[in-house]
Structure formats: C-alpha cells, structure tokens
Nanobody, 125 residues
Framework: QVELVESGGGSVQAGSSLKLSCEAP????????MGWFRQAPGREREFVAA????????HYADSVLGRFTISGDSAGYWAYLQMNSLKPEDTAVYYC??????????????????WGRGTQVTVSS
C-alpha cells in the first residue's frame, strides 16, 4: 500500500493564496503522474491539475488555469499546488493522487492508483 500525505490546507479570505503539499514518504513517483483533485460537499470529485515528472508536463482544469500552479521536486517525492486568487468556489477537500500506468495525463479519478486522505480548503467571501 502506498501512502500519500497532503498538507497545507486552511481557511482563507477570497483573493488569498495557499500552497498544498503532497508527500509520498519513502517512495518516488518520478516515472508517474501526480494529480490534484477536489471534492466539495454534494459534488463529484473533480480534476484540478496534474503533472508528469518525465518532461515536467502539466495540465489544468479550466476553472483554475492561470490561478493554480502544480510543481514537483526533481526526485519525485513531493508535489505542490500553489493556489492564488482563491475564490469561494474553490472551497473543497483537496486530494493528491498518483497514476502509475498512464503516459498522458488523465482527468478521470478512477485512472489514479493511489490517493491521500485529503486536506480541507475553505475560502470565504
């Protein structure tokens, strides 16, 4: 079983920034894809962003493009989600996940093999 641990969530005002971190203790995912998803109450889990370490290719949901930035350390142990200009509609539990099978970034949650437990992000107006 692979453990992913998210951190960095919190409660902020609209327009603020937060940086989420995702760690894969003791394991590198340099050959895989690390993604961030979010789930608000009463809604389905949705894709936010993902990065493929090989080539450092990233993909974003339209709703966060230009505001969020995904990155990872060179060794593949950590992934980050820098969130700027936060809006109340960004409020959700944010999850990191790893896809070890795909070459291209997939946005469907079921594609991902391992998940963290999530970190709450609350943005008030």
């Amino acid at each position: 079983q692979v453990e992913l641990v998210e951190s960095g969530g919190g409660s902020v005002q609209a327009g603020s920034s937060l940086k989420l971190s995702c760690e894969a203790p003791g394991r590198t995912f340099k050959s895989g894809i690390m993604g961030w998803f979010r789930q608000a109450p009463g809604r389905e889990r949705e894709f936010v962003a993902a990065i493929r370490w090989s080539g450092s290719f990233a993909h974003y949901a339209d709703s966060v493009l230009g505001r969020f930035t995904i990155s990872g350390d060179s060794a593949g142990y950590w992934a980050y989600l820098q969130m700027n200009s936060l809006k109340p509609e960004d409020t959700a539990v944010y999850y990191c996940a790893v896809d070890l099978k795909s070459f291209y970034i997939e946005i469907t949650p079921t594609t991902y093999d391992y998940w963290g437990r999530g970190t709450q992000v609350t943005v008030s107006s």
